[in-house]
């Protein structure tokens, strides 16, 4: 059973008030100093990105395992770093890649496996993001946020859920990168918001190619991957928790035309259902895949396994992030 | 409380945060009105600032800087307190998330007094907080609200954003006042109140989809028409020897909630209301913190007993110290003003 055993913050006020809200024993507005009190078998890394390497590299220098929030580190070169440096000292690390462990995902993987799909031959992944949210407020009314100094803008701290889950399926280390990217939203071309809110990428390897699709205006939001495999189609709606199979017209004629989107239709009841079935068993969780994840990580730190996420896959993610961010359009 | 009766004069620099907020527009032109012609206008974002504009133009020789800008910049903050004789301290966050609320109104409080306190021309500073800071969960039904009501104490039990980071707020306009001889004074007012502010009131109920949840029964509401607020922040700047004092703004007469709905849904047209008892909201909210122990928050407690006494149990309201020390007294009775609110939402398309 873990506890929480401090909060540390630059800003003390912060870290006073999530100790006082969530009762954690010790707050911080130091590492040095909270270190010296205590050792923390795991740090939670929720910072701005570009200080992940220096706290993930303190962290491990000084006994703790670490989970990184996504994006992992600013670039590539950060990345290799940090994960050199938890396997020096021998610490493990992980990366906030929720969606690859949600319900919907490990579903998906599972029906993968038995080959259903056949080979992968393209695949889309499209996630919308709602800037009228928190986050998005945040950076808009402050010149001096910390996302106008990431390399990719508002998408490096978005896309890695994007870029991971097509990666699962494109196994080339460098394939080609194509990218489009653009402001949309008027509201947004103001002085103190210099974002771009519309990025599309393309990435091409030997036999698998991959889209990707980042908006921050069309409506409802998404949050959705399309495998296209030489044997049938696979559709995972995060959103919806449904996982379909889009399988070939198996009647002849109009028949087998209607029968497939009946076909579509009861799997979507089925999962439904079975969204039902788990939410009367509390076990419908907004960040289910997020408790999975966490719950992997300790258990690795406590039996010492493998970490969940591959450190080869967190650092092909971070690699083709910065290929996709070298080809952003200028922002002014 | 005119410039030649107050602590200062009408040249003296006067620093107003949230300007141009929804009561901090109001301040301006009250500071205006009132013989006051050199202010400094903080404003984070470009909502309302046209309105702003239109208030100051109306001064004659006045002297007034619009400065854009972000309390949680320790630069911008020392710019703005630069030579203040008075600090109206309107800005608080509204929206956004608790974070978020905390940031914009307990962090940039902290940066705003932390250079406040270097200021050797300083002669008040008038924090503008709110009835949520107070603790009536705990008061007996029907209980008269007053300045020595206790301070909200459960915040978890509560789960209420608003209440937290106005409590944290004021908690720290006292520490600084304190541990600093800040010469500071506190309003509190109730539900803020007029044109173009928020149409109804989570005390009376919500709107959705054409139905009002009316959880405020025959409560009273402790509205304050927001010109009559004003007058009481201008009044707290600026009367002599009310120093370290704490008031609640409450206007008289204050209609119940049933009344207050009645002329909304007069106002509005075509909206059904449903009543909602306070008991079944009780038992709601405690089905609602059962639920979501139990399911590890798979619905988190939105909604808590605690919450619900704080915001729908009948308690009264006094004003009386306002009206006898800070020398308050409404400009605009509360039947003129509701009248103002509600011809103004029949006007909206």
């Given at each position: 059973?873990?506890?929480?055993?401090?909060?540390?913050?630059?800003?003390?006020?912060?870290?006073?008030?999530?100790?006082?809200?969530?009762?954690?024993?010790?707050?911080?507005?130091?590492?040095?100093?909270?270190?010296?009190?205590?050792?923390?078998?795991?740090?939670?890394?929720?910072?701005?990105?570009?200080?992940?390497?220096?706290?993930?590299?303190?962290?491990?220098?000084?006994?703790?395992?670490?989970?990184?929030?996504?994006?992992?580190?600013?670039?590539?070169?950060?990345?290799?770093?940090?994960?050199?440096?938890?396997?020096?000292?021998?610490?493990?690390?992980?990366?906030?890649?929720?969606?690859?462990?949600?319900?919907a995902a490990r579903q998906m993987r599972a029906l993968v496996s038995t080959g259903l799909l056949g080979e992968p031959v393209h695949v889309e992944a499209i996630?919308?993001?709602?800037?009228?949210?928190?986050?998005?407020?945040?950076?808009?009314?402050?010149?001096?946020?910390?996302?106008?100094?990431?390399?990719?803008?508002?998408?490096?701290?978005?896309?890695?859920?994007?870029?991971?889950k097509v990666l699962e399926f494109l196994p080339d280390e460098?394939p080609s990168?194509?990218?489009?990217?653009?402001?949309?939203?008027?509201?947004?071309?103001?002085?103190?918001?210099?974002?771009?809110?519309?990025?599309?990428?393309m990435l091409a390897g030997k036999e698998v190619t991959a889209q990707l699709?980042?908006?921050?205006?069309?409506?409802?939001?998404?949050?959705f991957l399309r495998i296209y495999g030489t044997k049938n189609t696979m559709e995972v709606d995060?959103?919806?928790?449904?996982v379909i199979l889009r399988k070939g017209k198996q009647l002849p004629?109009?028949?087998g035309r209607?029968m497939t989107?009946?076909n579509i239709?009861?799997q979507?009841?089925?999962?439904?259902?079975?969204?039902?079935?788990?939410?009367?068993?509390?076990?419908?969780?907004?960040?289910?895949?997020?408790?999975?994840?966490?719950?992997?990580?300790?258990?690795?730190?406590?039996?010492?396994?493998?970490?969940?996420?591959?450190?080869?896959?967190?650092?092909?993610?971070?690699?083709?992030?910065?290929?996709?961010?070298?080809?952003?359009?200028?922002?002014? | 409380?005119?410039?030649?009766?107050?602590?200062?004069?009408?040249?003296?620099?006067?620093?107003?945060?949230?300007?141009?907020?929804?009561?901090?527009?109001?301040?301006?032109?009250?500071?205006?009105?009132?013989?006051?012609?050199?202010?400094?206008?903080?404003?984070?974002?470009?909502?309302?600032?046209?309105?702003?504009?239109?208030?100051?133009?109306?001064?004659?020789?006045?002297?007034?800087?619009?400065?854009?800008?972000?309390?949680?910049?320790?630069?911008?903050?020392?710019?703005?307190?630069?030579?203040?004789?008075?600090?109206?301290?309107?800005?608080?966050?509204?929206?956004?998330?608790?974070?978020?609320?905390?940031?914009?109104?307990?962090?940039?409080?902290?940066?705003?007094?932390?250079?406040?306190?270097?200021?050797?021309?300083?002669?008040?500073?008038?924090?503008?907080?709110?009835?949520?800071?107070?603790?009536?969960?705990?008061?007996?039904?029907?209980?008269?609200?007053?300045?020595?009501?206790?301070?909200?104490?459960?915040?978890?039990?509560?789960?209420?954003?608003?209440?937290?980071?106005?409590?944290?707020?004021?908690?720290?306009?006292?520490?600084?006042?304190?541990?600093?001889?800040?010469?500071?004074?506190?309003?509190?007012?109730?539900?803020?109140?007029?044109?173009?502010?928020?149409?109804?009131?989570?005390?009376?109920?919500?709107?959705?989809?054409?139905?009002?949840?009316?959880?405020?029964?025959?409560?009273?509401?402790?509205?304050?028409?927001?010109?009559?607020?004003?007058?009481?922040?201008?009044?707290?700047?600026?009367?002599?020897?009310?120093?370290?004092?704490?008031?609640?703004?409450?206007?008289?007469?204050?209609?119940?909630?049933?009344?207050?709905?009645?002329?909304?849904?007069?106002?509005?047209?075509?909206?059904?209301?449903?009543?909602?008892?306070?008991?079944?909201?009780?038992?709601?909210?405690?089905?609602?913190?059962?639920?979501?122990?139990?399911?590890?928050?798979?619905?988190?407690?939105?909604?808590?007993?605690?919450?619900?006494?704080?915001?729908?149990?009948?308690?009264?309201?006094?004003?009386?110290?306002?009206?006898?020390?800070?020398?308050?007294?409404?400009?605009?009775?509360?039947?003129?003003?509701?009248?103002?609110?509600?011809?103004?939402?029949?006007?909206?398309?």
């Amino acid at each position: 059973m873990a506890s929480v055993v401090a909060a540390c913050d630059r800003e003390p006020l912060l870290a006073e008030q999530l100790a006082e809200r969530y009762h954690i024993p010790h707050h911080y507005s130091s590492l040095e100093e909270m270190f010296r009190d205590i050792k923390p078998d795991i740090v939670h890394i929720i910072t701005p990105p570009k200080t992940h390497l220096q706290i993930g590299s303190y962290a491990c220098e000084l006994g703790s395992h670490i989970y990184v929030e996504k994006p992992f580190t600013v670039n590539y070169p950060e990345a290799l770093q940090l994960i050199d440096i938890a396997n020096r000292h021998n610490r493990k690390v992980t990366v906030g890649h929720i969606y690859h462990f949600d319900p919907a995902a490990r579903q998906m993987r599972a029906l993968v496996s038995t080959g259903l799909l056949g080979e992968p031959v393209h695949v889309e992944a499209i996630m919308s993001y709602d800037l009228e949210t928190e986050f998005g407020r945040a950076f808009q009314y402050d010149s001096k946020h910390w996302i106008y100094d990431l390399p990719g803008g508002l998408f490096q701290n978005v896309i890695s859920h994007l870029v991971e889950k097509v990666l699962e399926f494109l196994p080339d280390e460098s394939p080609s990168v194509e990218v489009h990217a653009f402001l949309r939203n008027p509201a947004l071309r103001k002085e103190e918001s210099r974002i771009l809110d519309e990025l599309r990428v393309m990435l091409a390897g030997k036999e698998v190619t991959a889209q990707l699709t980042f908006s921050s205006n069309f409506k409802p939001a998404h949050s959705f991957l399309r495998i296209y495999g030489t044997k049938n189609t696979m559709e995972v709606d995060f959103n919806s928790q449904a996982v379909i199979l889009r399988k070939g017209k198996q009647l002849p004629t109009g028949v087998g035309r209607i029968m497939t989107s009946l076909n579509i239709a009861r799997q979507y009841q089925k999962a439904g259902f079975r969204n039902i079935n788990r939410f009367l068993r509390s076990d419908f969780h907004f960040f289910a895949g997020m408790n999975c994840l966490l719950r992997a990580f300790y258990s690795c730190v406590l039996n010492n396994t493998e970490p969940p996420i591959p450190y080869d896959d967190i650092l092909r993610t971070t690699r083709i992030m910065d290929l996709i961010f070298e080809r952003l359009p200028q922002r002014t | 409380m005119k410039v030649d009766e107050s602590i200062a004069g009408p040249d003296d620099l006067v620093l107003v945060t949230g300007s141009s907020g929804f009561l901090g527009v109001k301040v301006v032109e009250k500071l205006l009105q009132n013989g006051f012609r050199n202010l400094r206008c903080l404003v984070r974002t470009q909502t309302r600032v046209a309105q702003l504009r239109g208030v100051l133009s109306k001064g004659k020789g006045v002297e007034a800087e619009i400065m854009k800008g972000n309390l949680n910049d320790p630069e911008y903050c020392r710019r703005a307190v630069k030579d203040a004789v008075l600090v109206i301290n309107c800005a608080a966050g509204m929206s956004g998330g608790l974070v978020n609320m905390f940031v914009d109104s307990v962090v940039s409080a902290r940066n705003l007094l932390s250079v406040l306190r270097e200021d050797d021309k300083l002669r008040r500073i008038v924090h503008v907080s709110s009835f949520a800071v107070y603790e009536t969960a705990n008061l007996k039904r029907g209980a008269l609200l007053t300045e020595e009501t206790p301070i909200e104490s459960h915040h978890t039990e509560r789960n209420d954003a608003y209440s937290y980071t106005k409590v944290k707020q004021e908690e720290l306009f006292w520490k600084f006042a304190t541990e600093h001889a800040m010469p500071l004074v506190v309003l509190r007012p109730g539900v803020i109140f007029g044109p173009g502010g928020v149409e109804l009131s989570p005390r009376v109920g919500f709107l959705f989809n054409r139905t009002v949840f009316h959880l405020g029964d025959s409560n009273l509401i402790p509205l304050t028409y927001v010109d009559n607020c004003a007058q009481a922040v201008l009044l707290a700047a600026t009367k002599p020897g009310i120093e370290n004092q704490i008031f609640n703004i409450v206007d008289d007469e204050i209609p119940t909630s049933k009344d207050f709905l009645k002329m909304y849904k007069a106002a509005k047209g075509n909206l059904r209301s449903v009543n909602v008892p306070y008991v079944a909201t009780e038992l709601f909210s405690r089905i609602l913190k059962w639920y979501a122990h139990h399911s590890k928050d798979q619905i988190p407690a939105f909604l808590t007993p605690h919450r619900v006494a704080s915001t729908w149990k009948r308690v009264d309201f006094d004003n009386g110290k306002s009206k006898r020390l800070l020398g308050w007294n409404q400009a605009v009775t509360t039947s003129d003003a509701l009248n103002l609110h509600f011809q103004y939402i029949r006007s909206k398309p």
